[in-house]
């Protein structure tokens, strides 16, 4: 006669679970009301469930006992960085353990000489340029929010400045990951390039922990440039500010940024940021580095660039200081957005299409505002062709629902003019419903063979990334 | 009682699928002996195995076509592009269909204003730079041979170019794969970057025919610089030449190229190409592009750096004529070599490590030369941290096992300074012997595991680019 197992409900085993943590990690694990509620969500806040219990892991070690024992009960695990994502990948499944990476903020190695570093994956962007401030380097990649490094690397983040360094995908020479079962992988390494082996490395880049925990990240680093110049130029007409930003670009501008933000947003921003010298029409904000001969080139263009096409001027920041504060009203937009309607919700969306359709997609957009009778701005960062619309409602089912069928006109416009429906947020739960549309089902069901085929047992943030369906079987 | 059936072994299963296909693709099938041989190798001629029979896929249907019977029957097929691999990637496995994409060179569509295109796999870089000409629009990526734009990217291709454009990694958008059962996908797309689902793209680039076959690309193009200027600069002293291409890339000079030849290797080149104006002695040659202020600042740092790395003064190439044989004497440097050695085989090697660690290693590999008693060159993408060594060798086996012997000892070198076994020419069979002390067993278990996950029958090009060993049990 076989021997009867006794397998417990999901809320017991969970409960086990964190009972042999406590075990094995003392006060790393806490199953406190209040910590707990911290772990419910990321900016998206009506996603918010709560974890059975939170761990917060201090080395890989850490990470490795966790996802073991979760393993061996089949408790599922999110992993939790700085909670900035805003399509709920950070919303822990039920009957979950939320571990939290923050608390690995520990620098490694820098080496200096060859421009590459490695970092634990709960150091956050702003806090690695601050340690980096002797080095004559910096790490370019900035998402909008004080986002962790490895959370970066789970959604496949970028910002501002990708136009000129390229997307956290670009900027990533390895990682050490922990798999499902708590087995450790390094992927990657310190060379520039390699022929040797699946590219590990962008496997998990932007898998938002379905397929392994990153904990360390070896990342490239750049030089700071020797001469930075940044300025503004406002257009009557949106039309001209998109054709201004896309033609810099197909003219070969190696320029270091180049964003907009229109009438709506400017609003908001010169009431939030103080930026009183400057009028609530559409703007772009540029940045050009490199050596003073090239920056005063590329200015050239740009401005006259600018002048056929209407633009009203450059205003110069000529100090560090002035630079800052520009930039910094840039970085707060979503802030000065929810400080023009107070009580209100602010939801972003982020599409991306190829440069040529951007000026199309934006008047569409526009246009679609203006049916839905939301209020809404748009900016973002348009010479990669990718675009925030941050959407103002009413913090209710309803205004939310209204918020949505206009993301979801957004997204369709988007996907008909060959773009992506997220350019930089990633898929969490919000973005589910589009994937099959953007990627068809036949490579939708090599990606769920990728996944059971590293996480059979689906402990791994089930129910992100991935709608459901059939997996690819060979 | 169960029916029997009849499994017929490898060579009757693939006889009867090449019968099979030649009813649904005709004359695109052949048996032929002396097409057989031409697909029994690379440019790896020691690895030369027949293939059972060619087929000439013309279309992405084709190889479905073709992966589907080969798949029902547990028929191992191999890609063959021009077979310029120079490390057995393309030798047929036993019993097996070699699948010939070479006639598959449309390009299929050409997007000028976003600087992106899509062609058929079989398409060689050049030709498409043909095609290209009047668009003001180039391909950056160039290696060594004329490889096919799918065998760039199965190999995970780079060339000259990649130290200011990067690899064909960073310059493929999205492709066209059929997978081991015949099934068509699409991954990626034609936006700059995306946020939404795994990197399936990365996944296959790289993947050396082993996950699904490449029939179409989507390519980033690039402008034609406004100016572009060529030099070359001569070292009395290796070090030197070394210290001049690690010092210009870490003062962050946006060079378009900087390649090494030694000493041997000008030799030879000299002789070859008729740089008779040229000595003997390491050489390194740049090329700089831009608008002509950021050329003029590019130039004036790096003859700057020559000049206190006792460089023997700038020798310019002014005409587009003398840049091209300027050029053109790098990209032969192979048969250069070649053509020193009359009889002799050329095996060339292929180490990257991180730039700083670049001087130590080529100095320590001439040591391993000078003990060998073998010739052998010195060139390489020295920008990059990576660099071949051409070794002229006996056409016998007692010649091979030297030359190997010392390939053994210059890799050891690069993994010993956290470098890699392959920059460019990929695995194959030729460097299987290194994955594990590069990558570790952890991380080769999980590449096995998405290999059993995709090609469960292990059709594709089996015995390449993994080494046996255990898979990942997640």
Redesign the interface.
Known sequence: MQSISFVPHAAGRVTAVLAQLKDYLGEKVSTNQSVCEAHSHGEALELARLPAGVVFAETTEDVSTVLALC?AAYVPVVAFGAGTSVEGHVTPPEHAVSLDLSRMTAVLQV?A????CRVQAGLTRQELNVRLRDTGLFFPVDPGGEATLGGMCA????GTA?VHY??I??NVLGLTVV???G?????G????????????T??F???EGT?GIITEVQLRL??I??QLSAAICQFENLEDAVRTA?EII???V?IARVELMDDVQMAASIRYSGLDELRPITTLFFEFA?????V???IE?TEALATENNGLGFAWADTPDERNRLWKARHNAFWAAKALSPGARVIST?C?????RLTDLIVGVKADIQVSGLQAAILGHVG???FHTLIMTEDSAAGHAKALELDRKIVARALAL??????????GVG?LE??EQ???E??????R??K??????NILNPGK??PEGLA???
């Open positions: 393993h080496n000489a060859d421009m590459d959604t496949r983040a970028s990708a390229g997307t995908k670009e798999m499902a079962n087995e450790v992988i390094k992927t390494g310190r060379v520039r390039k390699s022929s040797t082996g699946y590219d590990l962008s496997l880049i932007g898998s397929l750049h030089g440039p020797e896309v197909q003219a070969g190696p490199g050596g003073p001969a090239s005063r080139e590329q263009v982020d991306i299409v190829p440069i040529s990669d062709g990718n060959d773009g992506s429906c997220s350019g930089e947020h990633g898929v973005k589009f994937l953007e990627h068809g036949p490579a939708l069901g090599v990606m063979t990728l059971m085929a590293l996480d059979p047992r990334l991935l690819y079987i060979g």
